[in-house]
Structures are given as C-alpha cells and as structure tokens.
C-alpha cells in the first residue's frame, strides 16, 4: 500500500512537470519577463523548503522574504508559492513515507481526510468568521504547546511513540485532519495543527512528518496546474525555487531522519508555538483591517 501512495505521488509529480516545464519552454528561449533575481529566488527557495522540511512551513517565510526583496509581483505571489513548491513537497512526502514508519491504516485515512475536507470543505469553511478561526487556533496550539512543554519538563506526562491510531482516536484524528484540510482553504497551515494533533493524541512527533506532508502533497498539484494555465505566476521563481528548494529539502530530511526525539519534540513546540504567535499577529491584523474599514 505505501507502493501505491509513493506510486500516485511521482504520477503526479510528472504530470505536474509537464504542465510547467512546457509553459516555461514558451519563455525561456527568449529569457524570463520577470525582474526578480535568480539568485536570490534560488536561495529563498533553499532557506524556506530547509525549514519546510523541519516543519516549520515554507509559504509564510517565502511571502515574507518575496515582499521584502522585491524578487516578485505581489499580484502573483499566491501562484508562485503554491507552483514553486509542490515538486520539493512532493519529495519530502515521498522521502518521510518511505523513512518514517507509521500505520498505513492512519496514514491514509488522515490524508484523505485532508484531501476532501479541502475540497468539500471549503464552501463551508470561506463562510465562517474568520477572525474566530484565526484566534481559536492560536489559543488551541498554545495549549498544546504548553502541554507539550509540561511534558518535556516532567511536570505532566504527555504525547507517547505510538505509530498509528485506532477506534475513536482515529475517528477523532480523521475528523480532525478534514477540518485542517478545509481549513487551508482559508491560508491557515496544515503543518503545525497536525504535529500538535499527533502529539495530543499519543502518537509520536515524527509521524507527523508523513501525513502532514502526505497530505499537501496530495493537494498541491491540482491547484498549482490551474495556476499554471492561467499563467498567473511567477517563471523565473517556480524554475528557482523548484531546484533548490528541492536540494533544501534533501538535506534537511537526513538531518530530521536521524535527530534524536527528544531534540525532535523541542523543535515541534518551537514550531507551534511559532504559529501560535502568527495566528495571534494575523488576528491583530485582521482585526485592525475590519476597524478601518
């Protein structure tokens, strides 16, 4: 079964290369229209896929460093992400499924729980209040991370090295994860929720690697085809960010394979609570925008 998903994973992966390797060949005899810097956008594609790798997110960095570099048009950025980035994606779900042993029977339910909650959640989901989204995520991940914390230190055991799920645990994480899929319909990230489910749940902090990866990987092409023939991103970017980003990916996944788990649980509480931190400053803003308004 690991086969079959590894097997769909690189058809989709070719099927997305010829989309965007024979749109790129349209312009690149000629040169790329865009100003941006090669290098630049290489190496944004390097820090932001490395980190990605580690489970830290990759769109929220890149938008960040796209803006303040000027490397692209702002009116593309949403495309540029979601085209640059699905062949590292894809590579990090074919790299962790494969290194990371995890129930097949959790794996699967749970990235496609992620899969149609993107698909049929989203007209649900872009009808609720954003705001109340954002804020309840933040305050849900700080929880967790606190928990997390409190179980470092000893002070309340929690989280454990299960490899999968079952009975009402799983039903709750399938349910769970259709909520995260939908969820990203609205630019909340998938990855951070995901290790603190895992987490919360008993399982250990690396399964999480498979099935939050697994789960965009399984998302991305689709979208970014559609991207594709609407020409609305950004060549020189997707190019740039494709090929280093993937290096990006490489390296940091050997490095993630052989940490140590107690090292890897720090490295996941840094990373929620990161988020927890960005879900508050978006709520912030969010607000600020509605009052202006």
Do not use: H
């Not at 950025?77 to 640059?84: A, D």
């Not at 470092?152 to 994480?173: H, W």
């Amino acid at each position: 079964m690991i086969g079959l998903i590894l097997g769909i994973l690189i058809i989709a992966a070719f099927i997305f290369l010829y989309y965007l390797m024979d749109d790129v060949r349209k312009v690149a005899k000629n040169g790329f229209e865009e100003e941006g810097s090669f290098l630049g956008l290489s190496a944004v594609g390097f820090i932001t896929l490395f980190f990605d790798t580690l489970g830290i997110g990759s769109f929220a960095p890149a938008t960040s460093m796209f803006k303040i570099f000027k490397l692209t048009d702002e009116r593309t950025i949403p495309g540029t992400l979601n085209v640059s980035m699905t062949i590292p994606i894809i590579l990090e779900a074919l790299i962790f499924i494969r290194i990371i042993e995890v129930d097949i029977i959790t794996l699967i339910t749970m990235i496609l729980a992620s899969v149609f909650g993107a698909i049929l959640g989203a007209g649900i989901v872009s009808k609720l209040n954003t705001k109340k989204v954002i804020f309840s995520m933040g305050m849900a991940l700080l929880f967790v991370a606190t928990l997390m914390v409190a179980g470092q230190l000893n002070i309340l055991p929690i989280g454990g090295d299960s490899i999968g799920l079952r009975g009402g645990k799983l039903i709750f994480a399938v349910v769970a994860n259709f909520i995260l899929g939908a969820l990203m319909t609205i630019g909340i990230g998938l990855y951070a929720p995901c290790m603190a489910l895992v987490y919360a749940l008993g399982m250990s902090p690396k399964v999480a690697f498979p099935i939050m990866m697994g789960s965009c990987a399984f998302l991305m092409p689709a979208a970014s085809i559609k991207f594709i023939k609407e020409g609305a991103y950004d060549k020189k970017a997707a190019v740039a960010i494709t090929l280093f980003g993937s290096v990006g990916v490489l390296i940091a996944a050997f490095i993630v394979k052989e940490m140590r788990l107690d090292l890897l649980k720090w490295v996941v509480i840094i990373v929620i609570l990161y988020t927890s931190f960005m879900m508050f400053k978006s709520f912030k803003k969010y607000t600020g925008e509605i009052i202006e308004a």
